[in-house]
């Protein structure tokens, strides 16, 4: 079958580290850039002279990366992760440069939809790349390394950011990526060569379906994100986007059953430990990413500190995260289940979050620090195992749509937790806002609670 994986081979510790270092650059890149930005925003928008409109600065980054994750996922199924990572890093680099050297607001809004869709590539072909080369039951152990990258591009991206705006221009956020993207490029295309090849065939790529599955992707997207801000609620084009978002979703769901090799194989949905995963992965995305939205305005509105000092009290929130993702893969692994595993960190999501919803003024900031590290231990501890859950339920040939898939169900979750967190916020206060987030929490625990048993043993 087209695409489709030679055997299987057992591969050692070593020859797996090196896929794994070539691969976490790659993550680490394009995790950076969503978060290294946010604090060269004003300037650019000033510079750009587009200070209506900042918000698509980082928006557009998210669109189109979001909606081009689950065609990367299936390309790479198809012609391996290798021929199609490092072209999604040329992508990725000469996208930063155009960046860097814009000269007015459109353009730069345009350059960072093309960086968009480079990262895409990274983080869904790097995570794909795992299941590669890791049996199923040792996922978890590696799957603690990308948690790693995501953290730190979550602790230095911000700083990172603040420090070369201040220090040299937030042109130079996007320059440093040409030294990192060589690197990244360099060490990929050494690593991967050890990956599994896939079989030589015919190939049909589902042009159609693919564009199809962007277009109603980008139209749920927009109106998560930029109702209630941009346009209201009951607005002809908040109506329009939910019209046209469910139209184009039917097209996918007609295209792709009838496609001879379908950019989003709806069989994958028919199982149910992938099909709970995507659901787990949108419901734990929409409460945490709500939680993390709101950590930092807390800070700044109710207790009145500047926007580093916030930076600084939510710092722990993430200490939590990386520290439980490290133990989390290596708890899985001991079990040999992710189910109970899953169960723990969703629990530790929804007292957080209840604990959260508590907090005021006065209340003690020690207090509030172990509520943060409840919330970001659940979140570090949970995401990596859905991922191997995935994974491991996935047929071999749809890994990588599979993945795809899943990362596009958590930026769509983490879209409706920012909206439904900035409703509440704005109509009840924090109190209801994190209480939403809580709702969203107590979701995904009944979802991981009815799935039945996730096995680490499962070979393909």
């Not at 081009?68 to 990725?92: C, E, N, Y």
């Not at 003690?364 to 590290?373: K, P």
């Not at 967190?421 to 969203?440: E, I, K, N, S």
């Amino acid at each position: 079958m087209p695409g489709a994986m030679t055997e299987t081979r057992i591969y050692t510790h070593q020859e797996i580290l090196p896929v794994i270092r070539g691969v976490a650059l790659a993550i680490l890149l394009s995790a950076l850039d969503q978060t290294i930005v946010v604090p060269a925003v004003p300037k650019m928008a000033v510079d750009l002279q587009g200070q209506g409109h900042l918000a698509w600065i980082v928006a557009a980054y998210l669109l189109t990366g979001t909606a081009a994750t689950p065609v990367f996922g299936k390309l790479s199924d198809i012609f391996g992760r290798r021929k199609l990572l490092q072209p999604a890093i040329i992508v990725f680099v000469l996208a930063s440069m155009g960046c860097a050297i814009a000269q007015n607001l459109p353009q730069m809004i345009f350059m960072r939809a093309v960086q968009g869709i480079g990262g895409a590539g990274l983080i869904t072909i790097a995570q794909t790349a795992i299941a590669d080369v890791v049996p199923p039951r040792e996922r978890g152990r590696y799957q603690i390394y990308m948690s790693g990258m995501w953290g730190i591009a979550s602790i230095a991206g911000p700083i990172a950011g603040g420090a070369l705006t201040d220090l040299l221009s937030w042109r130079a956020i996007f320059w440093i990526n040409l030294p990192l993207g060589v690197l990244a490029y360099v060490s990929s295309g050494r690593a991967l060569r050890v990956l599994p090849p896939h079989a030589p065939g015919p190939v049909k790529i589902d042009y159609l379906g693919a564009g199809l599955l962007m277009a109603s992707i980008t139209a749920w997207l927009v109106l998560c994100s930029s109702s209630g801000r941009d346009f209201a609620w009951t607005s002809p084009v908040a109506g329009g986007l939910a019209m046209g978002g469910a139209v184009l979703t039917g097209l996918v769901i007609w295209q792709e059953r009838r496609a001879a090799m379908p950019m989003l194989p709806l069989h994958i949905f028919a199982n149910k430990i992938v099909l709970g995963g995507l659901a787990l992965s949108f419901t734990n995305s929409l409460c945490t990413f709500g939680g993390t939205f709101l950590l930092p305005l807390y800070f700044q509105y109710v207790r009145g500190t500047n926007a580093a000092a916030s930076g600084a009290f939510t710092t722990p929130f993430l200490l939590a995260f990386v520290v439980m993702s490290y133990a989390g893969g290596h708890v899985a692994r001991w079990l040999g289940r992710t189910k109970p595993t899953i169960l723990v960190a969703l629990s530790l999501c929804l007292a957080g979050l209840l604990l959260l919803a508590s907090m005021g003024r006065t209340t003690n900031l020690g207090l509030c620090i172990f509520y943060m590290v409840l919330l970001g231990g659940g979140i570090g501890l949970v995401q990596p195992n859905i991922t191997v859950a995935i994974q491991n339920a996935a047929e071999r040939r749809d890994v990588g749509v599979a993945t795809g898939s899943m990362l596009l169900f958590r930026a769509i979750g983490g879209a409706a937790g920012a909206t439904l967190a900035g409703t509440m916020l704005l109509a009840q206060g924090f109190h209801a806002a994190f209480g939403a987030c809580a709702v969203a929490a107590l979701l995904a625990l009944g979802i991981g609670a009815v799935m039945r048993d996730m096995s680490l043993r499962s070979v393909h």
